[in-house]
């Protein structure tokens, strides 16, 4: 038995052929990967002098690719786990793919302290030695529940697809079929079914809602928890937090933009969902302002040295190009667009919300250098440098690549858009939850 | 148990830097070269840090020696994940080679800068190798791993040993760390802080003594006697 939806053909669709211009795609990007891969080899054979880090910069890129990741991938269980809390119906047809965000970019995140290790060989100390005084196991702990939990969040939502696909796509190869029949876990789509599948995912999302609050903040505390100015304030969780939140929904609007053109979703992905985002993005811009102006005027007005140093680093020193830049990207132009241009108009939007991604990778990248460069006593002998090599800017583009050929692989065998969760009725018996019905009548 | 400290007498140092180089050749630093060292990756337990105020000729220089804090309530240790860096029960924090992950999460937390990683495996001009100290608890440290000042742990170990072997009981005077015993001229004082009749007691007691940073709250056990 399997919902009613009238979009489900243009749904399936993409998993009916996959192109020589996606394996084209596939191809390119399975190679930067591979080279980013065969980077780090280098690099840990030759030792992480290869890299621009030094004294007093220890952390650089990869920490900040790493709370990039970890940042993005709050995307999906913001939309899915709170705005699904929320009851708010409209979150349906995305639902799928901003969780993908979430699966596909957390292993970067992991990937990117991996590199960063100077002995990634002794991974295996953290469990047989691991000590919770240190906020590296907090993230080890909080970071790796998040994986474990998306995946089984994300694996549960899908089941009655991937039934469905078991059922429908009778021309794919064999593989691909046998693939769909082991995973649907022998799914018949009985109400009985979908009704315990619905209390699960509610279950769920209140654990995955506390989890993805948990985990950017303590994210954040590996800076917060030390005695460094600039890093040790309060403030940095919640403000890493709502980052996290901007700019994975941010994601979310490239994402859909990107599904919507190539495969041809306009009517599975109305715009009236954009718009939806598009205000939730104003809020959190809003939000992200806020805590700006708390933070940074907390530490002009206190005027502490050690405090000011950083400060003006950021505001008229080394960094100030990089500050005022980032500043102008994540808020100044992509507000101006929200409120101008915004509205009904896809393409505005998915240049605000590449903007915002832009501007967010180099907030991480300001909170985490500009303290280390001018570190107390050593200021002394003249401030530090950092300078990104080649390495570094190669693993970057590596994990892009990896994150966006999961994702493109992903969608050609599996549906991007939850044909359940944007039915018109499932099978009879199944009480059908309010929002549901909202759902479905964003979806026309 | 001794809780092991230092006074440097700043009034006495006049930064010659041989401590520097005694702990080098005592604890097998490796030598980054002009070019790495130009990056920030020279490796230097004990450094000698120049705090210049003013502008020539109204100019103050203070010259502070630097090793290790040996703090009482060590930032860097809390923060390690897998206790590869740890506070003995005298007080010295050490570093387990073979354990440390190399995270680099101690050294950003040490308000001091105390720390150094070993961005490429240790190397020495040739000249040099042949005089590296054949102490295997010094022995070069692998590339990827954090290391720093011991107060010459090792130096301790073997203080103990000689004492055991002949048959006396070992003496707080016994241990002294090679910057100290270096130290031309004679700044640096080594001793048991607990212990009320030691020197090191007295002068870090002394009106003059201060500590880096002690507003942090770290408590280091290395204390400095003000100039002038
Ligand atoms: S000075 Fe730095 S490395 Fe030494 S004990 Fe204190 S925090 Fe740790
Ligand atoms: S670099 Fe080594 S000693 Fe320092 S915190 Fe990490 S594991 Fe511990």
Redesign the interface.
């Known amino acids: 038995m399997h919902p009613e939806n009238k979009n489900e053909t243009v749904i399936l669709n993409p998993l009916r052929k996959v192109g020589l211009a996606d394996k084209l795609l596939w191809a390119t990007l399975l190679g930067l990967l591979l080279l980013g891969i065969g980077v780090w080899i280098r690099q840990y054979v030759?030792?992480?002098?290869i890299t621009g880090?030094?004294?007093?910069?220890?952390?650089g890129v990869y920490l900040t690719n790493f709370v990039f990741f970890i940042g993005l991938a709050h995307s999906g269980t913001f939309i899915s786990a709170i705005l699904r809390l929320a009851g708010q119906g409209w979150r349906k047809p995305l639902t799928r793919a901003a969780e993908a965000i979430t699966l596909f970019s957390l292993p970067f995140g992991v990937a990117s302290i991996l590199v960063?290790?100077?002995?990634?060989d002794?991974?295996l100390?953290?469990i047989?030695?691991?000590?919770y005084?240190?906020?590296?196991?907090w993230d080890?702990t909080a970071v790796g529940l998040y994986l474990l939990s998306s995946i089984v969040f994300f694996y549960f939502s899908l089941i009655p697809d991937i039934a469905l696909c078991r059922d429908r796509l009778t021309q794919a190869p064999g593989w691909q079929r046998r693939m769909y029949t082991i995973l649907a876990l022998g799914w018949r789509g009985t109400p009985q079914q979908y009704h315990r599948l619905e209390r699960v995912l509610d279950g769920m999302a209140i654990f995955m809602t506390m989890l993805v609050v948990t985990v950017h903040t303590v994210v954040s505390w590996?800076?917060g928890?030390?005695?460094?100015p600039g890093w040790h304030t309060a403030l940095i969780g919640p403000f890493f937090l709502l980052g996290a939140i901007l700019s994975g929904t941010a994601a979310v609007v490239i994402v859909l933009a990107i599904l919507r053109k190539v495969y041809r979703f306009q009517h599975v992905l109305p715009v009236s969902l954009f718009n939806s985002l598009r205000k939730l993005l104003i809020t959190f811009l809003l939000g992200w302002l806020y805590f700006m102006i708390a933070e940074h005027l907390t530490i002009g007005y206190g005027n502490m040295k050690e405090e000011m140093v950083v400060l003006q680093d950021k505001f008229s020193g080394n960094y100030a190009l990089i500050f005022w830049s980032m500043a102008v990207l994540v808020f100044g132009v992509p507000l101006l667009i929200f409120l101008i241009k915004g509205k009904d108009s896809i393409g505005w939007m998915v240049l605000a919300c590449v903007l915002i991604n832009i501007g967010m990778w180099m907030e991480r990248y300001i909170v985490i250098v500009p303290t280390?460069i001018s570190?107390?006593?050593?200021s002394?002998?003249g401030q530090?440098?950092y300078l990104p090599t080649m390495t570094e800017a190669l693993i970057t583009v590596a994990c892009f690549a990896g994150f966006t050929l999961l994702y493109a692989v992903f969608t050609r065998y599996f549906p991007i858009v939850p044909v359940w969760e944007t039915a018109e009725s499932l099978p009879v018996g199944h009480e059908a939850e309010p929002a549901l019905q909202t759902g479905s009548a964003t979806a026309d | 148990m001794p809780r092991w400290g230092m006074v440097i007498d700043l009034d006495k140092c006049f930064a010659c830097q041989s401590c520097t180089v005694a702990c080098r050749m005592e604890n097998n630093t490796p030598v980054a070269g002009p070019d790495q060292a130009g990056k920030g990756r020279a490796i230097l337990w004990n450094e000698v840090l120049p705090f210049i105020e003013g502008e020539y000729p109204r100019l103050v220089a203070t010259m502070i020696p630097r090793p290790c804090m040996h703090c009482d309530y060590p930032p860097c240790t809390k923060v390690c994940p897998v206790r590869a860096t740890y506070k003995n029960e005298e007080g010295i924090v050490v570093v387990d080679y073979n354990r440390c992950i190399g995270c680099r999460m101690c050294t950003v937390a040490c308000p001091y800068g105390v720390r150094y990683f070993n961005w490429f495996p240790p190397e020495w001009p040739e000249e040099l190798k042949q005089h590296l100290n054949p102490d295997p608890e010094v022995a070069p440290r692998p590339k990827g791993v954090v290391e720093k000042c011991s107060f010459c742990i090792q130096r301790l170990h073997k203080a103990r040993q000689k004492a055991d072997a002949e048959g006396r009981a070992f003496m707080a005077t016994d241990y002294i760390p090679a910057c100290v015993q270096t130290c031309t001229g004679h700044a640096r004082y080594f001793g048991d802080l607990d212990d009320p009749t030691s020197l090191v007691h007295q002068l870090a007691h002394s009106p003059r003594a201060f500590r880096l940073l002690e507003e942090l709250g770290t408590e280091p056990k290395v204390y400095y006697l003000k100039q002038g």
């Not at chain 1, 880090?53 to 952390?59: E, G, Q």
């Not at chain 1, 960063?116 to 990634?120: I, K, L, S, V, Y």
């Not at chain 1, 047989?128 to 000590?131: A, E, I, K, P």
């Open positions: 030759l030792g992480l002098g880090l030094n004294r007093p910069v220890y952390w960063d290790m100077g002995r990634p002794r991974i100390n953290l047989w030695f691991g000590r005084e240190s906020p590296i196991l080890v590996l800076f928890m030390t005695l460094q280390q570190p107390r006593l050593l002394v002998s530090g440098i």
